[in-house]
């Protein structure tokens, strides 16, 4: 299991993957009067941060099935793990990440209580879905599978060539954290499908991959970033290897910007483009990443404070793990002894006790930068909550004095390259947009540009 973003106060956070219970019916259906099957919608309100949530419920042979869909959090749908429902009240729990709900239902209305670690909020449902605006669609010209076979695992992959029969560059997409598909699938938006298009309009081909385990790529969940640079470098050769290809490099995504350094060694990529790079260590970027999101949804200097005390417990048990190592227990010892409630502490332990997390804390992505002697161009994103972009801008540089190297800070977008105003990841998945069209743009012109000087054309 990879890292997902830190998650204190904010559902998604313990989400790994998506949990399937019962297919969503479309509006309208299943939804019979006087009962509590059908569909039914609610915003979680968490001080200044709202979440949309749908809540599916059906009643069959087997009893009562139940899942709930966090809308704004790439529609992730979790199962329930008890689900109870006598008379008009109903009561169901999802562990992890650890959330319980109890509520009366009236008519077409259920009234009720949300609790997730420290939060305890109200959450009204009313009856039906919330109107969804029609998937974006993509151009699929030039695009062929790809499958790598590295060891045990397999990654299945889309090849996506620039118009024309000239060679010309191409680009290994990585994502960013957390596994992902090749698309980048967020609910309906598919982001680095986008990037993909717009590259390929700029004459840049791209190869994009299903992380380990996800999709149609197979083999054991990576145990160390390291594990991943392995996986760039042999897909940065199958890309090379292609008739149409005259130089390659890669275009990383978050944590993808580091993979993209700490597989640069042994791939020998042409350019690297960092696409809102972690360019700073993990703690730190932690540190600045729990601070914003906290200030953003209205928190406090108490809460700011409060939570970074968390965090120097998790960190300080990262320090002293050896290599490999589960650290859940101790994770979870560690939060309850610094004044986590039980719930957040565990929840807190099963995201972040796995090795792909201790290894991570190991690595330093300003050296990585700095033994890369090829040009980077970075890209970062004005209202980025996840990876700020002045500090991380500025360590990329500092640690890349007197190498080739483009910042770029792009206006009114967030960690995804979509427009926004605030940056909250609750608007994630509320866009219409995988990605900003001017970011597209920009970012498919300055990779072009990149490739045509470092390849010599």
């Known amino acids: ?36 099957d059908g569909a039914w919608r609610g915003t979680l309100q968490i001080g200044a941060q709202s979440l949309r949530l749908e809540l599916v419920l059906e009643q069959g ?22 689900l ?25 209305v259920i009234e009720g209580r949300f609790r997730q670690g420290p939060v305890d909020a109200d959450l009204n449902f009313e009856r039906g879905h919330f109107e969804r605006a029609a998937p974006p669609q993509y151009d699929v010209e030039g695009e062929t599978p790809v499958t790598l076979e590295i060891g045990e695992v397999t990654l299945a992959g889309t090849l996506r060539l620039a118009p024309g029969e000239a060679a010309g560059p191409g680009v290994v997409i990585l994502s960013g954290s957390g596994p992902q598909d090749r698309d980048g699938t967020f609910g309906e938006l598919r982001l680095y499908a986008a990037l993909a298009g717009a590259l390929a309009a700029r004459g840049v081909s791209s190869l994009r991959l299903d ?19 392995d996986d760039a470098g042999a897909a940065l050769a199958r890309l090379s290897r292609e008739p149409r290809i005259a130089c390659a490099g890669f275009a990383g995504h978050s944590e993808g910007a580091q993979i993209a350094l700490l597989a640069a060694p042994g791939a020998q990529p042409d350019f690297i483009v960092s696409l809102a790079g972690m360019h700073m260590s993990m703690e730190e970027t932690l540190f600045d990443q729990a601070e914003a999101l906290i200030r953003a949804s209205g928190g406090t200097d108490a809460q700011v404070a409060g939570n970074r005390r968390l965090q120097e417990a998790m960190f300080a048990v990262f320090r002293e793990a050896q290599p490999g190592a589960h650290v859940g227990d101790a994770l979870e010892r560690a939060l309850l002894d610094a004044g986590a409630p039980q719930g957040l502490a565990r929840q807190q332990a099963q995201i972040w006790g796995q090795p792909y997390a201790v290894a991570s804390f190991t690595e330093d992505p300003a050296a990585a ?13 004005e209202h ?21 190297t483009e910042v770029v800070i792009l206006d009114g977008v967030n960690h995804l390259f979509q427009e926004t105003e605030t940056g909250q990841l609750s608007e994630y998945g509320s866009a219409r947009h995988p990605v900003s069209q001017a970011a597209l743009e920009m970012i498919a012109e300055r990779t072009a540009a990149l490739a045509a000087q470092a390849c010599g054309g």
């Open 1 to 36: 299991m990879r890292l997902t973003v830190l998650a204190i106060l904010i559902l998604i956070l313990a989400a790994c993957g998506p949990q399937t219970a019962v297919e969503v019916p479309p509006s309208g259906e299943m939804e019979t009067a006087g009962s509590f």
């Open 61 to 82: 042979e087997d009893g009562w099935q139940g899942a709930l869909i966090s809308l704004d959090q790439g529609a992730a749908e979790l199962a329930m793990t008890t």
């Open 84 to 108: 109870a429902i006598e008379d008009d009240a109903i009561r169901f729990a999802i562990d992890p990440p650890g959330l319980a709900y109890d509520g009366v239902r009236e008519g077409d």
């Open 211 to 229: 992380d380990r385990g996800v999709g149609a790529s197979t083999g054991p969940a990576a145990q160390a970033p390291s594990d991943l640079a």
């Open 369 to 381: 930068a700095a033994r890369y002697s090829g040009p980077v161009l970075g890209v970062f994103a």
């Open 384 to 404: 980025d909550l996840q990876v700020l972009p002045g500090p991380q801008s500025r360590a990329l540089l500092a640690a890349r004095e007197g190498l080739a």
